[in-house]
């Protein structure tokens, strides 16, 4: 949260790029973002390893989620925990359009979109005509959460238990599917790009205030004029979509999809919660800084014990989780806005 | 018609009637205070004008237009805001982005809500706490930004809940010209209160309730006289004594 | 459905049950005195599993008698848990505590999936298909002696938190943790006192879920699911809700595997899980929410 609103006049006009980028901690959180694409966007030129190319792939992923479920519960405020359903249900839409539809993955992944948006609809406006709160609201959408595994595991049309396969099919752009790694790093950065804009155009919005504004407080929202039923739902919606995108993407890049693999709270903790927490929910940058520490780190630990001891990413997930919360709370994101404050004025140690 | 309009409301909470035919009228620029010995009822009827209690009979009326029922948001987007009588700043972020909250109910225009919320600030003398984060504020910078925040939304009528509750002589002092200054604008306020010295600075009239009832209505002078008001408050001391 | 199965599946239900019961009560104490909700609840029952596991397998211990060895480890683990957790984030913001239960439902899954692997593990005793047969109802050893133990230490523990001092002071606590503190009880040992409580008895429930059972490191979450269910429904907070809660709900849920497969079973208690979040949220026993 940003509270050096600057409106500092360069004295050097040489100067007044680095300004733009660099000035408020908001727009530097914005500029890292971008140079971080960037960086992923150049990285076919120096990383040959399909190994880590996939690494590349999956953080920027859930960088990708990570937003969507940013807007959600860290500018809102909204312990929506199963965030994951989004994710399957656009997986699921955009594999079955696929291999029953011969619907292409290109307009697949956004009616993905759509339909775990109409999801987040239907979550939001049960939650609210209820009224569930907090602890309530989390629960509820775990029982979804567990609910929607149990049907999809018996609902033949999508595969039921033994999930769904990509349909074998030459590499062919129309149908999203590439025999390398670098085409599918190049559209899941331009989610990423969109994410990122899409996050900061609502950061910047009265939209945007008006959801921390109910986060911090919804009684006084709501005196201030903030029709708070609307603006949770629209959270929510907006997030759902997101998810849903991301959900369409993943299904095509891992070209396999099943209920208990997906409809699945350690997943859930792996793709949608953890990138944000160690990053700093509420921030601009906590999903992409959190999901690009995350991944490598729990890929390297996985590798560095040979042999396949399963429990090893759970462990550096939960173990991530557990000391964010107890020594972290504003994620990275909050430590290195301590240190720009700190740099900017080294003069001034007395906040 | 006057601009606020309270019509014989009432509430009930299971068999206690809280607030019974509490009535009032409330014009462009005039500030009236509603006092009364605790558990009078006032707290209560303040909610339920500024529609967080549903009435249990009655109306209120506000430029002619019934808004008895209305969500709290729609009644401040037609003019009407309270302020929390325990202060509820949205702490992480700053006085500014606060303030903004409250100027975005009448634009949704970035730039607009910013100049608003900078004048505002700077009508009220608060300028130089823009960048501060609003949880780091003291209790009576707290105060002020709850009723900067209420005034950014460009209200006709403020109401104020116990807003000097808790407050050291010098900030009450702040507090006061504060809340003159905005009747000066044209704003039209509803203060509950319990300093008595807040109420005779400023009211112009004052109602006075009593087990729910309103036992006086009037000018400061003579309301303070009114051997029933002291009957009501004393019997309180007495109480307690 | 004839008379004899339909009795059959009342007693499977209640057999089931009794350890429905049992995980829920640790969780309401749990919620009541600590005013949250741990959904890291089932992987303790899970850890009592596989403490009955790791016994029988070292020291050929049978499961029922690992039960104070489970209430000891567990119970203490819990207790060291909310020492250097969950006691930092109890007036934190619900969304940090419920992050941080999931990251120690995560840790905790993981170390069980790293000592003892994912695979699906079992022990067998003796006895475990042994039968008997009560007035024409077949129950099963194992389940009988299950569900006698969890009334057992369902009374025990209410008994406990009637009629004893420390009882008394956890439910003062319970009531208001203010009034306790100016009562002279220390509000922070409780504190422990009762997470490790609320978590030993559910590792109980897992001891005696052990001969022949199907162990795996995720069991615990279904079972943390059903616990919410069952908490719900009997008002958080209030134990007899939640032991009647969880017999209700062991009923009902077997009466459902019957008629929809065991698999599905489970969408049984989410309908009713759902159904009551939004039409009586404040469970079968709180007041209507105003």
Not at chain 3, 177 to 195: D, P, Q, W
Not at chain 3, 200 to 218: D, K, Q, S, Y
Request: aromatic share 10%; glycine share 10%; with cysteine.
């Amino acid at each position: 949260m940003s509270a050096d609103v600057s409106n500092k006049i360069t004295r050097n006009p040489r100067k007044s790029l680095w300004h733009s980028l660099f000035s408020t901690w908001d727009r530097t959180q914005i500029t890292a973002s971008f140079i971080l694409v960037g960086l992923m966007a150049i990285s076919p030129l120096f990383v040959d390893s399909p190994y880590f190319m996939g690494i590349i792939i999956l953080a920027a992923l859930y960088a990708f989620i990570g937003i969507s479920w940013n807007i959600i519960a860290g500018f809102t405020g909204q312990l929506l925990i199963a965030h994951i359903i989004f994710l399957a249900l656009g997986g699921y839409t955009t594999i079955v359009l696929l291999n029953t539809y011969r619907v292409s993955p290109w307009v697949g992944i956004f009616v993905g979109g759509l339909v775990a948006a109409s999801a987040g609809i239907i979550i939001a406006l049960i939650t609210l005509r209820y009224g569930l709160k907090l602890d309530y609201f989390a629960l509820f959408t775990i029982a979804l959460l567990v609910a929607l595994r149990t049907l999809f595991l018996k609902w033949e049309f999508v595969g039921g238990a033994v999930g769904m396969y990509l349909r074998l099919a030459k590499p062919s752009t129309a149908k999203m599917i590439f025999d390398s790694k670098p085409p599918y790093l190049y559209i899941v950065l331009a989610l990423l790009t969109l994410g990122i804009v899409i996050q900061y155009l609502i950061y910047n919005s009265k939209m945007g205030k008006y959801f921390m504004a109910i986060r911090e407080d919804e009684a006084a929202a709501s005196a201030l004029g903030v029709n708070t039923s609307r603006y949770k739902t629209l959270s929510v919606i907006i997030g759902a979509t997101l998810a849903g995108i991301g959900g369409g993407f993943y299904v095509m890049y891992v070209t396999f999809i099943d209920p208990t693999g997906l409809f699945n709270l350690g997943v859930n903790v792996e793709i949608v919660m953890a990138g944000p927490i160690i990053g700093g929910l509420g921030s601009l940058s906590g999903p992409i800084l959190g999901a690009f520490v995350n991944k490598p780190i729990a890929e390297l630990i996985r590798g560095f014990l040979a042999e396949e001891r399963s429990g090893i990413t759970l462990i550096v997930y939960g173990l991530f989780l557990i000391l964010s919360i107890m020594f972290m709370p504003r994620g990275l994101a909050g430590v290195f806005h301590s240190l720009y404050l700190k740099i900017k004025r080294p003069s001034k140690e007395e906040a | 018609m006057a601009l606020l309009e309270v019509q014989n409301i009432a509430k009930r909470f299971g068999g206690l009637v809280a607030v019974n035919e509490f009535s009032l009228s409330l014009d462009r620029g005039e500030i009236v205070a509603l006092i009364g010995p605790n558990g009078a009822g006032k707290t209560t009827a303040f909610n339920v004008i500024a529609g967080y209690y549903k009435a249990d009979a009655g109306k209120v009326l506000f430029n002619g237009r019934d808004i008895t029922n209305l969500r709290p948001d729609q009644i401040c987007a037609l003019g009407l805001v309270r302020t929390f009588q325990v202060v509820r700043p949205f702490r992480g972020l700053s006085v500014l982005e606060n303030v903004m909250i409250g100027a975005y109910a009448r634009t949704n225009n970035n730039h607009e809500a910013l100049a608003r919320a900078e004048e505002v600030l700077d009508f009220l003398g608060m300028s130089k706490l823009s960048d501060r984060v609003a949880s780091g504020l003291p209790i009576a910078g707290r105060k002020r930004l709850e009723i900067a925040r209420a005034v950014a939304t460009d209200p006709q009528v403020l109401l104020l809940d116990e807003t000097m509750a808790g407050l050291r002589p010098l900030e009450t002092e702040e507090v006061i010209g504060m809340v003159r200054k905005l009747s000066e604008r044209g704003i039209a306020i509803f203060l509950v209160e319990h300093v008595m010295k807040v109420v005779m600075s400023l009211a112009e009239r004052i109602i006075v309730l009593h087990h729910g009832e309103t036992i006086a209505q009037g000018i400061p002078s003579e309301v303070v006289r009114n051997p029933q008001v002291i009957d009501a408050y004393l019997g309180e001391a007495n109480a307690t004594s | 459905m004839s008379p004899e199965i339909f009795y059959q599946t009342i007693v499977n239900g209640l057999f089931t049950g009794g350890i429905y019961a049992l995980v829920s009560i640790g969780l309401t104490l749990i919620y009541g005195v600590l005013i949250i909700v741990n959904f890291a609840h089932g992987e303790f029952l899970m850890l009592g599993i596989y403490v009955a596991f790791w016994a029988y397998t070292i020291f050929e211990l049978d499961p029922y008698l690992s039960i104070p060895l489970a209430v000891v480890l567990i119970g203490g683990l819990g207790a060291l848990i909310q020492r250097g957790l969950i006691q930092r984030v109890l007036d934190a913001h619900p969304l940090n505590q419920i992050v941080l239960l999931v990251g120690v439902s995560t840790l905790l899954i993981g170390l069980v999936q790293f000592f003892f692997s994912a695979e699906p593990r079992s022990i067998h005793v003796p006895y475990e298909t042994e039968v008997i047969t009560l007035m024409g109802l077949r129950m099963s050893i194992p389940r009988l002696i299950a569900f006698f133990a969890s009334m057992l230490i369902s009374l025990s523990l209410y008994v406990f938190l009637r009629y004893t001092r420390t009882g008394k002071a956890i439910r003062a606590v319970s009531q208001s943790r203010e009034a306790a503190k100016l009562m002279g009880i220390n509000v922070n040992y409780i504190y422990m006192l009762t997470f490790g409580i609320g978590t030993a008895i559910t590792a109980v429930g897992g001891a005696l879920l052990a001969p022949n059972h199907r162990m795996i490191p995720t069991m615990g979450q279904a079972y943390s699911v059903i616990a919410f269910v069952v908490v719900v429904l009997g008002t958080m907070g209030n134990f007899v809700g939640a032991f009647l809660g969880g017999l209700i709900i062991g009923v009902v849920e077997t009466f459902a595997g019957f008629f929809l497969g065991g698999d599905v079973k489970i969408i049984a208690s989410m309908l009713i899980f759902i159904l009551i979040l939004l039409f009586r949220p404040s469970g079968l026993f709180g007041r209507k929410q105003t």
